[in-house]
């Protein structure tokens, strides 16, 4: 019995053949020869995200942070030309 990753193998390589030999037979590369070809990796892509093993995640606790305790300067962002940035020209 084949697995997922060999059947997409498969599909790949057979997409592959059949753009090659269209390309032979139209003696150019059309656009459909292009796009079989581009339509490669979509197989294999598949097989490989769907491999993956889940793993549940634990919960975790996230604290809450009051706006009081963040310390802010009042002044505010301040004049760009004192700091030395210069003026952009648009």
């Given amino acids: 019995m084949m697995n997922a990753r060999n ?3 498969l599909i790949s390589i057979s997409l592959v053949i059949t753009s090659v030999s269209l390309m032979f037979v139209e003696q150019e ?3 459909e020869s292009w796009a079989i070809l581009l ?3 979509f197989p294999i892509a598949f ?3 769907r491999s993956q093993v889940s793993h549940n995640v634990e919960d975790v ?3 809450i942070w009051n706006e009081d305790e ?3 300067s009042e002044e505010g962002i301040g004049d760009p030309i004192e700091a030395g940035f210069d003026v952009p020209v648009l």
Avoid: K
Wanted: no cysteine.
């Fill in 7 to 9: 059947v997409s193998i």
């Fill in 61 to 63: 606790e996230v604290p």
């Fill in 29 to 31: 590369a059309t656009t």
């Fill in 47 to 49: 097989a490989l995200s």
């Fill in 70 to 72: 963040v310390e802010s």
């Fill in 39 to 41: 339509l490669t990796p």
